[in-house]
């Protein structure tokens, strides 16, 4: 059987060379994003770069559900924007120091994503997609209605004290320095997500994605891994909701508004799910696409949809499993 | 009191012509169109500028006629092609969808909000119990009733309904039987097309038409066909109504709260019943 070779306790404790491989491309990832930033000089250049990887954050988020629980989200706006107003609003009320605001509101979406998920993860395709897309408008038009507390439809500016963590606010607004804090914590996001995705968990995950009905004959419980993949993208998601808050020091709610799941959801697709770092590249493609067609034209709304489409129908693993594709019939099994 | 009774049979009315159409395709080809929303937009926009000319059934009718053939264009170009897909293929392709529909009506109609009159013979009020009601508002109720009357006659008495009935209660056994659905389903989307185009036409005086008008009524129309249970036309029916009453008393007593109360509704049915009111698959 070859199940012998996987349970060899001497392969087993040594640690596998691609996760060492995977190490070692991470930390080179980010030594090349702090170049990057030190070489471009143009602020308008970086403010863009800057804003496209956070939101390929929230991408990754939203691509880490599809991959793993063939899931589509049309509401995870909700758990970003939940992020940007915990900060904006525990600063306002001044009720905690900035350190505590940022844990809340990583642990407040992640906990909201594993309550609901437990409600809505059992109910599979299509009607997945609109209850999110319900759902998450639910929060927009909350945070329109209660006017008192969130200001409405005009949002406010967040009030960030000199320093988080030591580190001097000024740096997290700064395009050039916040690039190299974003592109630091997306690459160790993939890092991470690729290592979940590879172990146990993230192939039993796959395993039900494929087919639900049958990892439950071989005896796995389904629900809870499925929930469990749901709260570990909206915690993803809501790390990109506290970056955006700290470089961009406003709310307002744009933020909870379902077009920006629907970009998220866009990125994802055009960059290819199936890949980790797929909807990052989909972001990056999508922020430049809609800066250079928005010169143009204002039509580019419509082009995003075109893009989708022909996406969707020529090339359904995205532009970044095409790549991968190439890749490999260039140089073979890496 | 029974006002505001009249004014959520008015929004639930609107709701079920709209939600209609979803099930409709749902219940004939297990897909959903993200795209619907921007047929009820382009309904309303198509009607607001027919009716300068040709007046209100002018309006009505050439909104009914245009969203049938790009109901039955959708059909043929998209639905089609794509049913052997994933279903959710579908639901992206028609999400991008609604992206161009949306830009197309900015292009044409611009950006603003526009206000579409109410037609000049449904003006004015009438009392009822000595509270005075607009005739226009009656006459979208009338609307919907005939609608929702006409298509429960259609489903049970013609060939089409049969099958699409058949088909939303067992797709394969139906298909086994030797229904085409290929042959069907032009027809039955180019009428929910047609369905959202006219409830479009006729919500046009009571909303101010914008390209985005769209993506608001396609998440209420979510709502309802979730609630009522995806692909059942009487779950349909009694959510349109329901969530019609509680929007419209909501805004009346609970105005800060009243978007929230549909959504909360729906999570409450869920937890009751995943699969909605009256929905035995999803």
Wanted: glycine share 10%; charged share 10%; with cysteine.
């Amino acid at each position: 059987m070859t199940g012998i070779v996987t349970t060899d306790p001497i392969v087993s404790r040594a640690p596998p060379p691609r996760h060492a491989l995977a190490l070692a491309s991470a930390i080179g990832a980010i030594a090349c994003g702090a170049l990057l930033a030190a070489t471009i000089q143009s602020s308008l250049m970086m403010t863009l770069v800057t804003q496209a990887i956070i939101t390929a954050i929230l991408a990754t988020g939203v691509g880490f559900l599809i991959r793993q629980n063939g899931v589509v989200s049309f509401g995870h706006a909700a758990f970003y924007g939940i992020a940007c107003y915990t900060i904006a609003l525990a600063l306002k009320l001044g009720v905690m120091r900035v350190e505590f605001a940022i844990l809340l509101a990583l642990a407040l979406p992640t906990a909201l994503a594993f309550l609901l998920g437990l409600v809505i993860i059992r109910i599979p395709g299509v009607a997945f997609s609109m209850l999110t897309l319900a759902v998450g408008q639910a929060f927009y038009e909350f945070a329109m209605k209660a006017r008192h507390v969130t200001g409405g439809e005009d949002g406010f500016s967040v009030s960030l004290p000199p320093a988080i963590l030591g580190i001097p606010t000024a740096w997290f607004q700064n395009p050039h320095s916040m690039f190299v804090v974003s592109w630091s914590v997306l690459v160790l996001i993939i890092f991470g997500l690729a290592l979940i995705a590879a172990s146990p968990f993230g192939r039993l995950t796959v395993a039900i994605r494929e087919n639900e009905e049958r990892a439950r004959f071989i005896g796995y419980r389904t629900t809870l891994p499925r929930v469990l993949v749901l709260t570990l993208s909206a915690f993803v998601t809501a790390i990109a909701g506290v970056l955006f808050t700290l470089y961009n020091t406003f709310v307002s709610p744009d933020v909870l508004h379902w077009t920006l799941s629907g970009s998220a959801l866009i990125m994802a697709i055009i960059g290819g799910p199936r890949l980790i770092w797929g909807p990052a590249l989909g972001a990056i493609i999508f922020f430049f696409t809609k800066d250079i067609a928005g010169d143009v034209t204002e039509h580019w709304q419509g082009i995003i949809g075109v893009i989708l489409i022909v996406v969707m129908l020529v090339i359904p693993s995205g532009l970044g499993g095409t790549l991968a594709a190439l890749w490999q019939r260039r140089f073979g099994h890496g | 009191m029974l006002v505001q009774i009249l004014n959520g049979l008015v929004y639930g009315g609107l709701l079920y012509i709209v939600s209609v159409g979803l099930v409709l395709i749902f219940g004939l080809r297990r897909i959903v169109n993200f795209a619907h929303g921007s047929l009820f937009m382009l309904g309303a926009y198509v009607g607001f500028s027919v009716a300068a000319m040709g007046g209100f059934w002018g309006a009505l009718l050439a909104a009914a006629i245009v969203l049938a053939l790009v109901g039955a264009l959708l059909d043929i170009a998209i639905l089609q092609p794509l049913q052997r897909e994933d279903p959710i293929v579908t639901v992206l392709v028609t999400f991008g969808l609604l992206l161009i529909l949306e830009d197309f009506a900015q292009f044409v109609w611009g950006k603003d909000f526009l206000k579409s009159p109410v037609p000049t013979m449904f003006s004015g009020s009438v009392l009822i119990f000595g509270e005075s009601f607009p005739v226009y508002r009656l006459v979208v109720i009338a609307v919907a009733a005939l609608v929702a009357l006409g298509l429960s006659v259609w489903l049970r008495l013609s060939k089409i309904g049969l099958y699409v009935r058949a088909s939303s209660a067992d797709p394969l056994t139906t298909a086994m039987q030797g229904v085409n659905t290929d042959r069907v389903s032009v027809i039955v989307v180019a009428l929910g097309a047609a369905l959202a185009g006219i409830s479009g036409t006729i919500s046009a005086p009571l909303l101010a038409l914008s390209p985005s008008m769209g993506s608001y009524i396609l998440i209420e129309s979510f709502i309802v066909v979730v609630v009522g249970g995806l692909g059942s036309f009487a779950g349909a029916f009694i959510a349109a109504i329901v969530i019609g009453q509680v929007h419209n008393l909501g805004l009346v007593y609970v105005p800060w709260a009243a978007t929230m109360i549909p959504f909360l509704l729906m999570v409450g049915v869920l937890i009751w019943r995943p699969t909605g009111i009256a929905g035995s698959h999803v």
